[in-house]
């Protein structure tokens, strides 16, 4: 049941530093190594894997684009990631050491099972990230990890997204073992910062009240825009994505880079734009880019709501509201500049009269293609 909150959604918001939690358990075996599910891939299938394409669609896609930057920065062999719905029309080039990943909260999505299907054909090996035990897209796969997030009633996905990002950060980090590519102790590195999450996003979720009332404020505006660079792109996409089903909000997600070439052309006087800036340590340059982006856009009206790192002092005075989440390594920043925006879209949605579990038009396991 909903246990006091007014609907599904913000309760599981609020679980995810628990989903996040029991994703992480148990999956770090005494001798170091990674424990997955229902492998039944050997470690040499996985040692011969030369090219990993992630197949998934809305949210479950966006986890798939994170998890494109974090397997090809640690695993270093190339990742695309794909919408379910356009790999199997397009004749993608698959052989038996390609590893498909397929991403799905449901297991039932009928067009990322259809393109699992398809990548065996083409005898590619198929890993599934799921969260519901025993559906489909488990059972067709020959690898399983699943997320512990519990059911996810709300038609929006939060938690199941939190937790395939984790989910994909595994798998990234096995193969990056069992490749000789990362060492023990660097993944037990990787893993000791996952660990630290889920008080970080229970960091985030405890000073949300600002970001109530900034969406109580944003509830008339005619469309939003988010930016984002690197692994904040997706999330820029997240962002979007649950604007539009649960606001019914005009509301787009660009990489920041992109703006010049287009987009920027949208920005009017007021214009909300969300921009989920990268960490100011680490990805340093791709810092500075991206508060000159934030300039452009506020020069030309724009009213500016900035997720930023605590300390990044940068971007406070192109900021009209700052957002600060806990400091956290640049690949796992999603795990935290998701957050406010599903707080965003529930609390826009909500002062818009919207049912926020049951948006329109919307199923929450789509089983025709
Ligand atoms: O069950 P799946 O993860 O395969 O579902 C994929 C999408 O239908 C799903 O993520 C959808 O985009 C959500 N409504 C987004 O909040």
Redesign the pocket.
């Known amino acids: 049941e909903k246990g006091g909150y007014d609907y599904f959604m913000a309760k599981e918001i609020d679980e995810q530093p628990r989903a996040v939690a029991d994703t992480l358990l148990g999956r770090h075996t005494e001798n170091g190594d990674l424990a997955l599910d229902e492998v039944r891939l050997t470690d040499q299938d996985l040692r011969d894997v030369d090219k990993v394409f992630i197949v ?6 966006h986890a798939g684009m994170v998890a494109k930057y974090a397997i090809e920065h640690w695993v270093r062999i190339p990742c695309e990631v794909e919408l379910a719905s356009e790999f199997r029309y397009r004749d993608p080039v698959l052989d038996r050491s390609t590893l498909v990943v397929a ?7 009928m067009d ?1 099972l259809m393109a699992l299907r398809h990548a065996k054909e083409q005898k590619a090996r198929v890993l599934a990230i799921c ?1 519901t035990n025993g559906s489909t897209i488990p059972r067709e796969s020959d690898a399983v990890l699943y997320t512990h997030c519990g059911p996810e009633i709300a ?4 938690k ?2 939190l937790t ?1 990002l984790v989910a994909c950060y595994l798998v990234g980090l096995h193969l990056a073992q069992v490749r000789g590519v990362m060492y023990a102790d660097e993944v037990g590195n990787v893993l000791a910062q996952l660990q630290d999450m889920p008080a970080k996003i229970q960091t985030v979720l405890d000073g949300m009240e600002p970001v109530r009332e900034l969406a109580r404020d944003l509830a008339d505006s005619k469309s939003v825009l988010f930016i984002g660079r690197h692994v904040g792109y997706p999330v820029a996409l997240e962002g979007a ?2 604007l539009k ?1 649960l606001a019914y909000m005009h509301a787009e997600g660009f990489a920041a880079g992109e703006l010049k070439h287009g987009p920027i052309a949208l920005i009017e006087p007021g214009t909300p734009v969300v921009c989920v800036v990268p960490s100011a340590r680490g990805r340093g340059v791709l810092n500075d880019k991206i508060v000159s982006n934030i300039q452009e856009v506020r020069a030309r009206g724009a009213r500016t709501i900035v997720i930023a790192e605590e300390g990044d002092d940068a971007v406070a005075p192109f900021a009209d509201h700052l957002i600060y989440v806990p400091r956290t390594p640049t690949l796992l920043a999603p795990l935290v500049t998701t957050v406010p925006l599903q707080v965003l879209a529930g609390e826009i949605a909500t002062a818009r009269g919207n049912d926020v579990d049951q948006p329109r038009n ?1 199923a ?3 089983t025709v293609e």
């Open positions: 998934a669609c809305g949210t479950a896609y991403i799905s909260q449901s297991g039932e999505t990322t969260n038609v929006a996905s939060t199941a997204f395939q994505l649950k089903e919307l929450k396991s789509v």
